[in-house]
């Protein structure tokens, strides 16, 4: 059955580095998610993606964020410059977009630890 | 505001009992609900959803949730509970047939079974 990867997953980075978070969605899935997730808390949504743009994004997804689907299979999130607050387990998702179908499928998470 | 309570942190039960996890959620359309089911250092599966149709839907694992609209709740059951459900549950919900279909999370139910 198709799934969604992620890779790293485990990243150690330390504060003010850039990090990039890579993941394959399921190949013929046209939406893509970024979900975060701080230890001990719940699941937050950070940005949407559809046709090749940014379609929507929370207040958490600032300017520090970026978001690019670089070559048609790979989706990937860049942190300019990570704060210790960036620390948390993120999550790609994929949804098919057929009529009706809003199911997400989920990757194994990156666990970014910032120092 | 959009918005899913779990009430309930932390539910312990003896293995063989049965389960009731609760969800109620504030959504100003008609919500796509779904049950996720996270191991710890593990991604997020998906146990069951709600889309439309029968509001007692069956998924995974021998789980079950009824969608009550009266009362906006998706609780999740089970008949009886096996010691490798011990995991953290994530009520969530989507916007029906929306573009972007982000998902908002519930904080999470943390299920510990007793021996």
């Known amino acids: 059955e198709p799934e969604v990867t992620q890779t790293p997953s485990h990243q150690v980075t330390q504060m003010g580095q850039e990090v990039i978070l890579r993941c394959v969605p399921i190949?013929?899935?046209?939406?893509f998610y970024w979900y975060r997730q701080i230890l001990g808390q719940k699941v937050e949504f950070l940005v949407s993606?559809?046709?090749?743009?940014?379609?929507?994004k929370s207040e958490i997804f600032d300017d520090q964020f970026s978001v690019e689907r670089p070559d048609g299979s790979n989706f990937t999130l860049k942190i300019r410059s990570t704060k210790l607050e960036d620390s948390a387990m993120y999550f790609c998702?994929?949804?098919?977009?057929?009529?009706?179908?809003?199911?997400?499928?989920f990757g194994p998470g990156t666990r970014l630890t910032v120092t | 505001a959009q918005s899913v309570t779990q009430p309930d942190i932390h539910i312990t039960v003896s293995e063989g009992a049965s389960l009731e996890l609760r969800c109620n959620y504030s959504?100003?359309?008609?919500?796509?609900l779904f049950w996720y089911v996270q191991s710890p250092g593990q991604g997020l599966q998906l146990l069951l959803k709600?889309?439309?149709?029968?509001?007692l839907v069956q998924g995974i694992k021998g789980f079950e949730a009824e969608f009550k609209r009266s009362q906006s709740s998706f609780n999740l059951r089970k008949p009886s509970v096996h010691w490798s459900d011990a995991a953290e549950y994530f009520c969530?919900?989507?916007?029906?047939?929306?573009?972007?279909?982000?998902?908002?999370f519930g904080k999470g139910t943390k299920l510990s079974v007793k021996p």
């Open positions: 998702a994929s949804r098919r977009g057929l009529a009706g179908d809003n199911e997400q499928y």
């Open positions: 190949s013929n899935h046209l939406y």
């Open positions: 993606f559809y046709n090749n743009e940014i379609s929507e």
């Open positions: 959504y100003g359309a008609t919500p796509y």
């Open positions: 709600y889309f439309s149709g029968d509001t």
């Open positions: 969530a919900v989507g916007p029906a047939g929306g573009s972007q279909g982000n998902l908002i």
